[in-house]
């Protein structure tokens, strides 16, 4: 996924870095685009689901719950940041629906 990783936008990517830093109450420097979600972040399916909810409320974007999937997917931080910058350019906006 290190091509989806270049096409991030550096803002999609910093304020999924500040969601998991606020959301899992760890360091900054803890999460990186390389840390690994459920090695280094603790990351299971129900911290994912919580996740999934914190990430539509700070992009104001509704992704459903087949996202959750997706997400446990995902290997790395990098990775995540490259599915939300994915689904909020599919316009998932909520103002949109």
Not at 42 to 65: C, H, K, P, R, T
Not at 77 to 83: F, H, M, P, R, T
């Amino acid at each position: 996924m290190a091509r989806a990783q270049a096409k991030t936008p550096p803002a999609v990517a910093k304020k999924v870095q500040g969601v998991l830093v606020d959301f899992l109450k760890v360091k900054p420097g803890e999460v990186t685009p390389a840390s690994a979600l459920v090695e280094d972040l603790g990351m299971d399916s129900l911290v994912a689901a919580e996740l999934l909810i914190e990430i539509e409320n700070a992009f104001d974007v509704e992704f459903g719950l087949e996202a959750v999937e997706e997400l446990m997917a995902v290997q790395t931080v990098g990775d995540l940041s490259a599915v939300v910058a994915a689904r909020t350019a599919r316009g998932a906006n909520r103002a949109a629906k």
